[in-house]
Nanobody, 123 residues
Framework: QVQLVESGGGLVQAGGSLRLSCAAS????????VGWFRQAPGKEREFVGS????????DYADSVKGRFTCSRDNAKNTVYLQMNSLKPEDTAVYYC????????????????WGQGTQVTVSS
């Protein structure tokens, strides 16, 4: 069993940066890949990025490639999403999720979810 808690969301101006954290509990967390998803008002939840359990491989949606970076510290049971050059269209609730699979970009492949953290980017 893995429990996930996101933090680090907030209000930022366009062009600014935020770093989201996903803190996990559960002994097996270091073997899980972690994905980040987001859901804007009135829209479907969408894949943002992911990182494998070792941290050796990351994957990103085209809309955030070059601006967002996933990283992890397994010693701290924490995964990060560094978001730079933020745009108003990045405004959403951001979720982290965990899976034993690698390369998963769809929700149903993830077994554990956090409660989400709000990111608001003002223009």
């Amino acid at each position: 069993q893995v429990q996930l808690v996101e933090s680090g969301g907030g209000l930022v101006q366009a062009g600014g940066s935020l770093r989201l954290s996903c803190a996990a509990s559960g002994r097996a967390f270091s073997r899980h890949s972690v994905g980040w998803f987001r859901q804007a008002p009135g829209k479907e939840r969408e894949f943002v990025g992911s990182i494998t359990w070792s941290g050796s491989t990351t994957d990103y949606a085209d809309s955030v490639k070059g601006r967002f970076t996933c990283s992890r510290d397994n010693a701290k049971n924490t995964v990060y999403l560094q978001m730079n050059s933020l745009k108003p269209e990045d405004t959403a609730v951001y979720y982290c999720a965990a899976t034993l699979l690698q390369g998963a970009v769809v929700e149903y492949r993830y077994d554990y979810w956090g409660q989400g953290t709000q990111v608001t980017v003002s223009s």
